[in-house]
């Protein structure tokens, strides 16, 4: 079993439609958790970090963590063309390295 | 803040040659810079852990006389791809770690793309 799943899609949506984006994983230990974005042929670019559980929001992003589920979710609400790139999440457990999902390809469509 | 610069962002050689590749932190300075891979439609492969004045924590399964890492400094950090071979083909990219940030908060570079001719 993999330390991280994520559906790799692709998963397409109409501008403006909500979308929401899934991580599962396996190791307890897991207390930080981000996601990063990374569009074609583009370093990942850190779009939400949160510690433990709980809910963050930064405009249009949601990054939700349960972990009694071990599931984490990141909404993005009023979805734009721009946020078309690939969502990966990434965990970790305190003073380990980070583990990634394979990553969300999404794309929005004007 | 917390931008990390790589170089060259594409590199293109032939078989049986050695690619450098440059990490910087840019405006911080990083206890640790990570280098991944990344081959096409494939999430990030760690290939090994650079902690500035000391030898490379290499993962199993990435040959350390292949990939040679150095962390010179707390905003530089080079891999050396020696010997390339069209296998070595792929986005590598780096990361930093802060100084005084949150324990495993890290900042990505751009990527490098290496095509072995």
């Known amino acids: 079993q993999k330390e991280v799943e994520q559906d790799p899609g692709p998963l397409s949506v109409p501008e403006g439609a909500i979308v929401s984006l899934n991580c599962t994983y396996s190791?307890?230990?897991?207390?930080?958790f981000m996601w990063y974005r990374q569009y074609s042929r583009k370093g990942p670019e850190l779009l939400m970090y949160t510690y433990s559980s709980g809910n963050k929001e930064d405009g249009r992003f949601t990054a939700q963590v349960d972990k009694s589920s071990k599931y984490i979710s990141l909404f993005i609400r009023d979805s734009q063309p721009s946020d078309s790139a690939t969502y990966l999440c990434?965990?970790?457990?305190?003073?380990?390295?980070?583990?990634f999902g394979t990553g969300t390809r999404l794309t929005v469509i004007p | 803040g917390a931008v990390v610069s790589q170089h060259p962002s594409w590199v293109i050689c032939k078989s049986g040659t050695s690619v450098k590749i440059e990490c910087r932190s840019l405006?911080?300075?990083?206890?640790?810079m990570f280098w991944y891979r990344q081959f096409p439609k494939q999430s990030l492969m760690l290939m090994a852990t650079?902690?500035?004045?000391?030898?490379?924590?290499?993962e199993q399964g990435v040959e350390k006389d292949k990939f040679l890492i150095n962390h010179a400094s707390l905003t530089l950090s080079t891999l050396t791809v020696t010997s390339a071979h069209p296998e070595d083909s792929s986005f590598y990219i780096c990361s930093a770690r802060k100084l005084e940030g949150a324990y495993n908060e890290q900042f990505f570079g751009p990527g490098t793309r290496l095509t072995v001719l």
């Open positions: 990434a965990m970790s457990a305190p003073a380990n390295n980070l583990f």
């Open positions: 190791n307890s230990a897991f207390q930080y």
């Open positions: 405006d911080f300075q990083a206890t640790t």
């Open positions: 650079s902690n500035e004045g000391s030898k490379a924590t290499y």
